[in-house]
């Protein structure tokens, strides 16, 4: 979900198109930017901004409050680890190290060949089965540091 | 057995499709054995219905022999060679064959009301849902005047299961008390406590009932739009809700005219964008009005002024999903579980470091032992239990002594901890303590939505106290400190995130006393 979903002319035009007569729009309108052009530039702030009758910087606001839009690119995927306390208790200390080891990068951080951004989450919803890692939206359970190389290269092969 | 399958009848093959047992390998399995049944010459149709609640036990694979299903689990994909020499397809004896899940212990003792039909189907399959009673609810609540439907929820005795506890007919009954050119009802969603996967599970295994139940409140209070606020960590419960809405509103659960009455009502599903705060049910409200999910002050409550200052009804997927069976079943059927105040069922979620976890539906008033050693087998890692987290990153951490107390509101209350949404997260004697009270500050501070400065500066000044304790750098002066924080924390912030993460922290420096006195400088 963090490539671009569709290779349209003006993604940033659709999206708002599609999401603009719902009440209270702008949450699923910059989901929906997102989804297609994988984080909220400058250029998408100002034209939501422009069409919902709001500042840049009510925009801004709004999208830096919430962990999951990003203002910048991001890799190919997300890699999200929960960091929460049911994964702690069955070793996700652990494995948040094998994650910043094997990929090379620190939480927020994108891996050198643009595959991964690693993201701390706190909680999947996988409470009894941790440490859980979501991978774009497929989700993964008793996870070591083993079955997270073999992830990584499963999904790196992918587009 | 009653012998194998006639030859050319198609044989069912449950495999769970429960995001859990997806992420423990359901989707390969699945895979396996439909291209195996093909190889093989056998016509199976595979159904992912949703989770039992035996996530131990995933991916759980059901085959229908002679009317009856039968368990083996967990199945993996290299299990499939052995399982299909032992003739899986017939029900054949094999060391992971379990039998039928209802007679199971694990099963069997549960007592599942809101769970009832959860996990049976494939969540879509809208017939397999009417012909299981789904419509009973929804049906008996067009034949109520809408002050009796509240009265029936009222006098069910039913309280909010997202963790506020308050009891959800008097809710209802504010909002049905308000005139207002319009309502609505909301349905949090926003399941962000670590240890909870109930709502999750209800959504991604029985999803109509969820939209029943929300069907019901709108019948209720006189509401003719809902929203299903869901975090945007659950992308499988996303796609399932997504089904079933379309599903629901195609065959008239909902619509403009509910089961072909003259009531209307409509469901729309949004999502969040990873603020816990958003399961504080102001700052949801703020945040499906597209703002910053910063909370309002109290009064006025949402069920006056919620939702572009209408009268909302805010209510957890569990409170929501249990509505219909109420309808169903008359308010004494349910009320007649459980103990003292706490009255029904509560979905428990059994999480962390334990043998046999998943969800537990019972009546109010197991004990957290009978839970943790009955149902859960003890640690994961075998060793003796240090402590066991209950209901969120909010709620206290009981100690090993304190097991022997029973899972209700006012047992809980008793010793300064709270059931909240029902999690129960379990710790071995190899954690660390002092670095969980830090993690609840951290948390705290990294979640804060920032609108009051004890929760906003009160968690980064507490969280700052307890890595010097975690360093062994603190003084009993510093501790005391600490404990002063907690108290302007609690007494001072606007809503439960900095009124509450204090418990947490508190309850390891009173419950574990000497995890404490060995890090003071």
């Known amino acids: ?159 | 057995m009653a012998g194998a399958q006639v030859s050319g009848a198609v044989t069912r093959v449950y495999v769970s499709g429960d995001a859990a047992a997806r992420a423990l390998g359901a989707d390969a399995v699945a895979r396996a054995i439909a291209a195996r049944a093909a190889a093989g010459g056998r016509a199976v149709t595979i159904v992912r219905n949703g989770s039992r609640g035996m996530v131990w036990l995933e991916p759980l694979v059901e085959i229908e022999v002679a009317g009856e299903r039968i368990a083996y689990g967990p199945v993996t994909h290299k299990d499939l060679d052995g399982l299909f020499a032992a003739r899986l397809l017939d029900g054949g004896a094999h060391a992971l064959k379990l039998g039928r899940v209802e007679t199971l212990p694990w099963f069997a003792r549960q007592e599942r009301l809101t769970f009832a039909q959860a996990g049976l189907a494939d969540p879509l399959d809208y017939d397999a849902w009417c012909a299981a009673g789904g419509l009973a609810g929804v049906e008996r609540a067009l034949e109520l005047p809408a002050a009796a439907i509240v009265q029936a929820v009222s006098d069910s005795g039913l309280r909010g299961r997202g963790g506020a506890a308050f009891p959800t007919g008097r809710k209802w009954k504010t909002v049905l008390d308000q005139e207002a050119p319009e309502k609505f009802i909301v349905c949090n969603a926003d399941e962000g406590d670590s240890g909870t996967f109930s709502d999750r599970m209800l959504m991604e295994g029985d999803p109509f009932t969820l939209l029943a139940g929300m069907t019901i409140a709108g019948l209720a209070v006189g509401a003719t739009q809902g929203y299903i606020y869901l975090r945007v960590e659950y992308p499988h419960a996303r796609r399932v809700l997504e089904g079933a809405i379309l599903t629901a509103r195609a065959r008239g659960l909902f619509g403009d005219r509910v089961l072909g009455s003259g009531h209307s009502f409509d469901v729309e599903l949004r999502l969040g964008a990873g603020a816990y705060i958003c399961g504080e049910e102001t700052s949801l409200l703020e945040s499906l009005e597209g703002k910053r999910a910063e909370i309002r002050f109290r009064p006025p409550l949402p069920a006056i002024k919620g939702l572009w200052g209408r009268p909302t009804v805010v209510n957890n997927v569990i409170t929501l999903a249990t509505v219909p069976v109420i309808l169903a079943r008359g308010a004494a059927y349910y009320r007649d579980f459980g103990a003292g105040d706490s009255r029904g069922t509560l979905p428990l979620q059994l999480a962390g470091n334990i043998r046999r976890g998943g969800l537990v539906e019972k009546a109010f008033g197991l004990s957290l032992r009978e839970l943790i050693e009955d149902y859960g087998g003890g640690t994961l890692s075998g060793r003796p239990v240090q402590a066991v987290q209950i209901g969120g990153p909010l709620g206290a951490y009981v100690t090993a002594a304190q097991l022997d107390t029973p899972l209700t509101y006012e047992a809980l209350a008793g010793i300064g901890a709270m059931l909240g949404h029902g999690g129960v997260v379990v710790f071995d004697d190899q954690t660390d303590m002092l670095e969980m009270a830090r993690f609840a500050m951290e948390f705290c501070a990294h979640e804060s939505c920032g609108k009051c400065t004890p929760c906003r500066i009160g968690s980064t000044r507490a969280a700052e106290l307890l890595a010097r304790l975690c360093a062994g750098r603190s003084t009993r002066a510093e501790v005391a400190l600490l404990e002063e924080l907690c108290d302007t924390m609690i007494s001072g912030s606007l809503c439960g995130l900095g009124g509450m993460a204090p418990f947490p922290v508190r309850s390891i420096l009173r419950g574990f006393p000497d995890a404490v006195a060995r890090r003071l400088a």
């Open chain 1, 1 to 159: 979900m963090n490539t671009p979903a569709t290779a349209s002319a003006d993604p940033i035009a659709e999206a708002i198109a599609e999401q603009r007569e719902r009440r209270g729009p702008l949450l699923p309108l910059l989901h929906a930017v997102q989804a297609r052009c994988g984080h909220i530039s400058d250029e998408a702030v100002a034209r939501i901004a422009d069409a919902l009758n709001l500042s840049r910087a009510d925009v801004h606001g709004v999208v830096s409050f919430y962990d999951h839009f990003r203002r910048a690119p991001g890799g190919r995927h997300r890699l999200g680890l929960c960091r929460a306390e049911a994964c702690q208790a069955v070793g996700s200390h652990a494995l948040e190290a094998e994650a910043r080891r094997q990929l090379g990068v620190d939480f927020g951080g994108t891996t050198a060949d643009g595959a991964f951004t690693l993201q701390g989450l706190y909680c999947l919803g996988n409470c009894a089965a941790g440490p859980s890692v979501l991978i774009d939206e497929e989700l993964y359970g008793r996870v070591d540091g083993v079955r997270l190389a073999e992830l990584l290269a499963e999904w790196r092969g992918r587009k």
